[in-house]
């Protein structure tokens, strides 16, 4: 069983729509969780960093945490055909090594 | 915000020779930066932990004699591929952590073709 889980899609949805993205994590062990964005070619770009459970919002996105479920999602408000990429959740724990670990990512097209 | 430049961002080399990739973090100094490569369709895989001033951290599997690193001062952390062959192909990126708030960020990242 891998670590992290995380559907690698495609998920295909209307330009406006919401979005849901999500992970699953085995190691009760992490505590920071983010959320990257891909684009094709292209190194990872931060968009959500969240520390244990609640909520963040930020703009269109919000991210939740789930930590007794070991579950985590991110939600995109009124889909933009700008938004579609690979986005990959990541988490770490709190240790000094501070290694972290991704999902497989999950491809999202926003069609026009 | 942080930036992290990566160079080159694309590269095509012959078998055999060696290819170097920067790694900069141009808005803090990063006493720790990542090296992960990855494979179309799949996650980023860690290769290895950077540490200024001292070796690198490999992860189980990675060559170390193959994939130099040196991380010579807080800025700049380097990947060298030693002996390429075809194999080596893929899209290698750096990460570095910004000390001010904990927030990893990526390189754009550096195609590698070995023909």
């Known amino acids: 069983q891998k670590e992290v889980e995380q559907d690698p899609g495609p998920l295909s949805v209307p330009e406006g729509a919401i979005v849901s993205l999500n992970c699953t994590y085995s190691n009760s062990a992490f505590q920071y969780f983010m959320w990257y964005r891909q684009y094709s070619r292209k190194g990872p770009e931060l968009l959500m960093y969240t520390y244990s459970s609640g909520n963040k919002e930020d703009g269109r996105f919000t991210a939740q945490v789930d930590k007794s479920s070991k579950y985590i999602s991110l939600f995109i408000r009124d889909s933009q055909p700008s938004d579609s990429a690979t986005y990959l959740c990541?988490?770490?724990?709190?240790?000094?090594?501070?290694?972290?670990?991704f999902g497989t990512g999950t491809k999202l097209q926003v069609i026009p | 915000g942080a930036v992290v430049s990566q160079h080159p961002s694309r590269v095509i080399c012959k078998s055999g020779t060696s290819v170097k990739i920067e790694c900069r973090s141009l808005d803090f100094q990063a006493t720790t930066m990542f090296w992960y490569r990855q494979f179309p369709k799949q996650s980023l895989m860690l290769m290895a932990t950077s540490n200024e001033g001292s070796k690198a951290t490999y992860e189980q599997g990675v060559e170390k004699d193959k994939f130099l690193i040196n991380h010579a001062s807080l800025t700049l952390s380097t990947l060298t591929v030693t002996s390429a062959h075809p194999e080596d192909s893929s899209f290698y990126i750096c990460?570095?952590?910004?000390?001010?708030?904990?927030?990893?960020?990526f390189g754009e990242g550096s195609r590698l073709t070995v023909l």
């Open positions: 990460s570095a952590r910004d000390p001010r708030s904990g927030e990893l960020f």
């Open positions: 990541a988490m770490r724990d709190s240790g000094g090594y501070q290694k972290v670990t």
